[in-house]
């Protein structure tokens, strides 16, 4: 017997045809002999359609009410499921966040989780009933409803699943696995059996929409052995050995001697360039750009300081979401002065590939092997960032996929047949 | 300063531009330094979508999950008024069900309100604060969602006032008050503008659909007085006095001398008769035709037993809701054997006219007045029952309209003027 997590997303629960299908999927788990704890989202859409009803009240609507209305949607789904399995003959009931209860910060909107209590949970577990709990939501101490933000049913899976010490959350999503890139650009793309947490949280943050970031790095502060698999499979399908585990670095590196130099290749066109030409070569400089964008909570990303011309100034090109870029050309004009640059140019026509892996901790040539890759095509490369597993670059956007297929290529991912 | 409760359904909530609507009234309530605290429905058609996906999911769905799926509606429409007031510089709350709490009873989907908490909401009003609250819904001692059953809010509403000890309980609904009859039919009704508990209770059974009969008779009971009033008038109108008044007897003994022998006339077309022909005329022959029927938890109306025709066998007339014909019908042709009558007949098109008038217990000739007034004008009497303010009988669904303004003038209800 195991005690697993099942995650759902809007997806799969947009309907009661579908949701009969996940009931059906929860239904072969308990069968196998299984404790089940189901996590699910709202309806696809229904989110957007509260949150859209909040705006029209109030361009500045008060969070705490914001949290009473969208959390409606899982409250709705979870519910539902619940009557489902019932009606397979599975007995379930649901959980909401202020039953069990999940508590949370006053963040309200962009809530953390602090602590679960599971215990009658548990209780109604051993009594082989499956809990249904409502993902997205929680309470703070005070006993208002809190969400924990988009996407954030993927976090509350796990934090339940850690809460219940779990063996495994499997998250059930539209792809069945993490690839070594987008397959859709690459054929050839491999998906991974196993990746490690500190790679998917890469992975995830530069552009692979696999696992909500936060969920990452929850799975790895708890070790919560979390599986990504698919949602669209017949629901009676054997999936023992379906999905991409995301674990701990040694229960990956106990099983494979020799580790693959790179994991995957991620990319992402949601980047735009700025440069300030003429920025006063002088101690503060740069702190007189990025204070200001932090301020408005601007997360800056690649950031290349060009040398100095000789005339006592200097050229400083960085990166910011491009959603943000707008916000940020104000922010800067304003503060045009204090930094002293002569002008500002931009340009969205960017993108970043990163490259991924555990494996180049022990190996060097990494960031080499890709500037000649991209160099031997005529790939012009803008600006650099690594980390201790991942070597990000930015490039010209219109050559991106041609940047991802050569990557995949010369550190050796492709596989002999073209992914499903 | 007074202390009230403003209560609003489905089609005042529906979308946020009808919200908004509702906010600037309950402005012009705090603004006259009233404490408020509202009590909203689900907007229009969400109550039906979600009972909708429940039976979808399965026909004996479980109740208390069914509570989980439909106690979502006011959820969303108390955090959208909370915000739309913030926006006109009202400050509000929403408290849902599980918050205050509103404790009721465990029989899911149709439960009782036993107490409501209204400590801290009173600390809230107290500061200045609206608190917005969802009809419909509660949480059992055990602590799980339930709802009191469809049209709930008005009770929900009359037990908030009731336990906030609120001067008035405002229910804004889609007509302006109670009228003397159906206005469509006697264009010369009159509003009414004080009514009896006992008197709304009776006009509210027999088909006068303005508020949840339960909601009267809590009102009765706690004392509460409730004003019927519209919400299609221009949020800005003084409302002081609009409406109708439903009170305790003595308020109306004291302001008008001389009482109206009749307060209203009501109808009902959703009767179904049902004739059992040559019943044994023998002890126990009623009650085994009534107890199957009250085993299937139908509601049995106005009983007509026919004088024995020496037969040693009579015929036994009775109504049941239409809606139940269907059922009755089943249950009977089941029960024929045991019941040993010779044939049954029914018939939809029959409809029940009622007078009701507190004034009836003091003066006789009531009951007269109305069957020679109906003899009058040919309309022939089907079956009849009374109750110590009510006269009420069946007869052809046809002549429903005349029935009623034969007996519209012919108690002295007509106004000089059209209804509005």
Same mark, same amino acid.
């Given at each position: 017997?195991?005690?697993?997590?099942?995650?759902?997303?809007?997806?799969?629960?947009? @309907?009661?045809?579908?949701?009969?299908?996940?009931?059906?999927?929860?239904? !072969?788990?308990?069968?196998?002999?299984?404790? &089940?704890?189901?996590? &699910?989202?709202?309806?696809?859409?229904?989110?957007?359609?509260?949150?859209?009803?909040?705006?029209?009240?109030?361009?500045?609507?008060?969070?705490?009410?914001?949290?009473?209305?969208?959390?409606?949607?899982?409250?709705?789904?979870?519910?539902?499921?619940?009557?489902?399995?019932?009606?397979?003959?599975?007995?379930?009931?649901?959980?909401?966040?202020?039953?069990?209860?999940?508590?949370?910060?006053?963040?309200?909107?962009?809530?953390?989780?602090?602590?679960?209590?599971?215990?009658?949970?548990?209780?109604?577990?051993?009594?082989?009933?499956?809990?249904?709990?409502?993902?997205?939501?929680?309470?703070?101490?005070?006993?208002?409803?809190?969400?924990?933000?988009?996407?954030?049913?993927?976090?509350?899976?796990?934090?339940?699943?850690?809460?219940?010490?779990?063996?495994?959350?499997?998250?059930?999503?539209?792809?069945?696995?993490?690839?070594?890139?987008?397959?859709?650009?690459?054929?050839?793309?491999? !998906?991974?059996? !196993?990746?490690?947490?500190?790679?998917?949280?890469?992975?995830?943050?530069?552009?692979?929409?696999?696992?909500?970031? #936060?969920?990452?790095?929850?799975?790895?502060?708890?070790?919560?052995?979390?599986?990504?698999?698919?949602?669209?499979?017949?629901?009676?399908?054997?999936?023992?050995?379906?999905?991409?585990?995301?674990?701990?670095?040694?229960e990956i590196e106990e099983q494979s001697v020799e580790r693959q130099l790179i994991?995957?290749?991620?990319?992402?066109?949601?980047?735009?360039?700025?440069?300030?030409?003429?920025?006063?070569?002088?101690? @503060?400089?740069?702190?007189?750009?990025?204070?200001?964008?932090?301020? /408005?909570?601007?997360?800056?990303?690649?950031?290349?300081?060009?040398?100095?011309?000789?005339?006592?100034?200097?050229?400083?090109?960085?990166?910011?979401?491009?959603?943000?870029?707008?916000?940020?050309?104000?922010?800067?004009?304003?503060?045009?002065?204090?930094?002293?640059?002569?002008?500002?140019?931009?340009?969205?026509?960017?993108?970043?590939?990163?490259?991924? @892996?555990?494996?180049?901790?022990?190996?060097? @040539?990494?960031?080499?092997?890709?500037?000649?890759?991209?160099?031997? #095509?005529?790939?012009?490369?803008?600006?650099?960032?690594?980390?201790?597993? !991942?070597?990000?670059?930015?490039?010209?956007?219109?050559?991106?996929?041609?940047?991802?297929?050569?990557?995949?290529?010369?550190?050796?991912?492709? /596989?002999?047949?073209?992914?499903?």
């Amino acid at each position: 017997m195991a005690r697993i997590v099942m995650k759902f997303g809007g997806t799969s629960m947009a @309907g009661i045809e579908r949701i009969r299908n996940v009931a059906r999927r929860v239904k !072969k788990e308990v069968e196998a002999g299984n404790q &089940v704890a189901v996590v &699910v989202s709202a309806m696809a859409g229904e989110t957007d359609r509260l949150v859209g009803f909040c705006r029209e009240a109030s361009s500045l609507y008060d969070t705490r009410e914001y949290d009473v209305v969208v959390a409606s949607g899982e409250q709705v789904t979870s519910g539902l499921l619940a009557i489902t399995l019932q009606s397979l003959g599975v007995p379930a009931r649901s959980w909401l966040g202020w039953q069990l209860p999940i508590r949370t910060t006053d963040a309200h909107a962009s809530a953390r989780i602090s602590t679960i209590d599971t215990e009658a949970m548990l209780a109604s577990l051993a009594n082989g009933e499956v809990a249904v709990v409502p993902g997205f939501q929680g309470l703070t101490e005070e006993g208002r409803v809190t969400t924990l933000g988009r996407g954030g049913s993927d976090t509350s899976a796990v934090a339940v699943a850690a809460a219940m010490k779990a063996d495994r959350c499997d998250i059930y999503t539209d792809v069945d696995g993490v690839y070594t890139t987008d397959p859709r650009i690459v054929p050839r793309a491999r !998906k991974i059996e !196993k990746i490690t947490y500190e790679e998917m949280l890469e992975l995830a943050s530069v552009g692979a929409k696999v696992l909500q970031t #936060r969920s990452v790095g929850l799975a790895m502060k708890e070790k919560v052995r979390v599986r990504v698999l698919s949602s669209l499979r017949d629901p009676d399908e054997d999936v023992t050995d379906a999905g991409t585990y995301v674990v701990g670095e040694e229960e990956i590196e106990e099983q494979s001697v020799e580790r693959q130099l790179i994991t995957g290749i991620a990319y992402d066109r949601n980047e735009a360039k700025i440069t300030l030409v003429n920025v006063p070569d002088k101690p @503060g400089a740069v702190s007189s750009i990025f204070t200001p964008l932090a301020d /408005a909570s601007i997360n800056v990303d690649m950031i290349v300081q060009n040398v100095s011309h000789g005339t006592g100034s200097t050229d400083v090109t960085f990166t910011v979401p491009g959603a943000e870029l707008a916000r940020s050309l104000d922010v800067l004009e304003k503060a045009r002065e204090q930094i002293g640059y002569a002008t500002m140019t931009h340009d969205t026509k960017v993108a970043k590939v990163s490259v991924v @892996g555990v494996g180049m901790r022990s190996h060097a @040539g990494v960031a080499a092997m890709m500037f000649q890759a991209l160099a031997q #095509r005529g790939i012009n490369i803008q600006a650099i960032t690594t980390s201790e597993i !991942k070597v990000s670059v930015l490039i010209e956007e219109d050559y991106v996929e041609l940047a991802v297929r050569v990557l995949h290529t010369a550190y050796g991912l492709d /596989a002999e047949d073209e992914a499903a």
